[in-house]
Nanobody
Framework: QVQLVESGGGQVQPGGSLRLSCEASGRAYSDYSMGWVRQAPGKEREFVASVTFSGGPVYYADAVRGRFVIARASDKDTIYLHMNNLRPEDTAVYYC???????????????WGQGTQVTVSS
């Protein structure tokens, strides 16, 4: 069974940067899009960014466009989220998944992993 492992989270000050990584344990879904969602305390999970299996095009939520960059490694089973100019409202647990479709309407393909916590605070 393919599993997803997210890493790279942590605590940063506003304006700081982080790079999240997501690695899949198998290649069964390499031809799917992949993406990131996040869930803040007391809020629903929300779309952040996605990338097609070929590495592009990419899609971003309005809240992160211009600050976050999603990228897919050549092995197709690893994606990254470069987060710049972080804001307190970016605080959330970030999850990755293979996606059926692209953008905010895409649906997850396999069970979610444990995610990685990002905290933006001074």
């Amino acid at each position: 069974q393919v599993q997803l492992v997210e890493s790279g989270g942590g605590q940063v000050q506003p304006g700081g940067s982080l790079r999240l990584s997501c690695e899949a344990s198998g290649r069964a879904y390499s031809d799917y899009s992949m993406g990131w969602v996040r869930q803040a305390p007391g809020k629903e999970r929300e779309f952040v960014a996605s990338v097609t299996f070929s590495g592009g095009p990419v899609y971003y939520a309005d809240a992160v466009r211009g600050r976050f960059v999603i990228a897919r490694a050549s092995d197709k089973d690893t994606i990254y989220l470069h987060m710049n100019n972080l804001r307190p409202e970016d605080t959330a647990v970030y999850y990755c998944n293979f996606l059926s479709g692209d953008g905010p309407t895409a649906r997850p393909v396999i069970p979610w992993g444990q995610g990685t916590q990002v905290t933006v605070s001074s």
